[in-house]
């Protein structure tokens, strides 16, 4: 059975940081591309992050570009996502999801292609 357990979220103000991680089982990080995506109540899914699985490509939602950053301890099989200058639009639950096939499209579109998902996790950011 495929497993993704996010942890890492938490309440932040304006301006601070979090690192989120999404650790696996079931599947080895080696052989899959990694994403995080992130929701809010009554908005479609937003691709903020994705990893291919030989780590050689990395892809950015505009909106979070020079303020996070993806990275990947294939020895841990864990994805991290440092996310650094807050902001209250960064508010949503964040939620890290595999799949074999890697691409920026499937990144971009909130996710569709990706196979195995975790439960999420909430990220507030306060005023």
């Known amino acids: 059975e495929v497993q993704l357990v996010e942890s890492g979220g938490g309440l932040v103000q304006a301006g601070g940081s979090l690192r989120l991680s999404c650790a696996a089982s079931g599947i080895s990080f080696d052989d899959y591309a990694i994403g995080w995506f992130r929701q809010v109540p009554g908005k479609e899914r937003e691709g903020v992050s994705c990893i291919s699985s030989s780590d050689s490509i990395t892809h950015y939602a505009d909106s979070v570009k020079g303020r996070f950053t993806i990275s990947k301890d294939n020895a841990k099989n864990t994805v991290y996502l440092q996310m650094n200058s807050l902001k209250p639009e960064d508010t949503a639950v964040y939620f890290c999801?595999?799949?074999?096939?890697?691409?920026?499209?499937?990144?971009?579109?909130?996710?569709?292609?990706?196979?195995?998902w975790g439960q999420g996790t909430q990220v507030t950011v306060s005023s």
């Open positions: 999801a595999a799949t074999f096939y890697y691409s920026d499209t499937y990144c971009s579109n909130g996710g569709e292609g990706y196979d195995y």
